[in-house]
């Protein structure tokens, strides 16, 4: 890891390749972050958090309109 930062609004974690090639992924991707609550007690029940789905309702409404 090269280093951790917000990028494209959200935790990212920077790193290079063995070509030397700079790369990024979300930090969430990795053991950096914490397993989230909701994931850990869901254990693979759950398609989707609550938040997520608002979040989708939000984004169709928005093509919608």
């Known amino acids: 890891m090269v280093e951790r930062g917000r990028n494209w609004r959200e935790d990212r974690v920077f790193f290079h390749d063995a070509a030397g090639g700079s790369h990024s992924m979300p930090a969430v991707w990795t053991d ?11 254990r693979g029940r759950a398609a989707f958090r609550a938040q997520e789905l608002v ?10 309109s």
């Open 32 to 42: 950096l972050v914490a397993e989230d609550p909701f994931n850990a007690v869901a």
């Open 55 to 64: 979040e989708l309702v939000q984004l169709i409404e928005a093509i919608k």
